[in-house]
């Protein structure tokens, strides 16, 4: 894996480029024309550089990825440590998160693909394992929770990402389901769709879910 591989080795001239400065041209193509544009040759012309030259840095797309994914974890500000307050902490965290995966929104379906494991992301789990640490689960649980949490909001964001863009399959998906709901073959699908009323604006809607997942993932089960 690329994190097993230094940087440079100290000898021979200065590179002319860096891990970073190659994550942050990937990034800025994915972010403009989706992670699919991303390749090789790609990244090497907006660096001005022969995409042969840009394997000595990066041997393989793979590490190309984990260098993004790695990158955007860096977008993270933390206080110097946690509040106590895990429930707001956790809000805080969730919130940084959604807005990492707005700005880049090709990340959602990355990381549930390609999880990172770099210092920036290292540095995020230590971080909620911090922040987790007063609710007395043991480590493996709060792993446990993290991997819930960082699904949620991931999950969110992909679908927030789908409706946005799709929005005559949305109302094709409204009509759909307002006439199962009508034809009595899924009364208590009716009956939560008539309590239901309009959509929620996105920001609501997260926070309303959010309220509901914290709780559930700091909650102590028989083998915690």
């Known amino acids: ?73 860096a977008e993270y500000r933390f206080p110097p440590a946690p509040s106590g307050d895990v429930r707001a902490d956790l809000a805080d965290l969730a919130h940084q998160q959604l807005d990492i995966c707005r700005r880049h929104p090709w990340l959602p379906a990355l990381v549930l693909a390609r999880p990172g494991i770099g210092p920036n992301a290292l540095r995020y789990t230590d971080r909620f394992l911090a922040i987790t640490a007063p609710t007395g689960l043991d480590g493996g649980s709060r792993l446990e929770a993290m991997a819930l949490f960082n699904g949620f909001i991931g999950q969110f ?9 799709g929005a005559k399959w949305q109302a094709e998906l409204a009509g759909y389901l307002g006439q199962a709901a009508a034809s009595g073959e899924y009364p208590h699908l009716a009956q939560a769709f008539a309590a239901a009323g309009p959509p929620a604006d996105p920001d609501r809607a997260f926070e309303r879910a959010l309220a509901r997942v914290i709780p559930a993932i700091l909650t102590p089960t028989d083998g915690s």
């Open 157 to 165: 964001a992909q679908y927030e990402r789908t409706a946005a863009a």
């Open 1 to 73: 894996m690329i994190w097993l591989r230094p940087e440079r080795t100290g000898r021979g001239p200065r590179p002319a480029h860096s891990r970073a400065s190659i994550a942050a041209a990937a990034i800025g193509i994915a972010d403009a024309e989706g992670l699919d544009a991303v390749s090789m040759r790609r990244v090497a012309a907006a660096l001005g550089a022969g995409t042969m030259s840009l394997y000595n840095y990066v041997p393989k797309k793979e590490h190309l990825l984990d260098l993004m994914l790695d990158a955007v974890a």
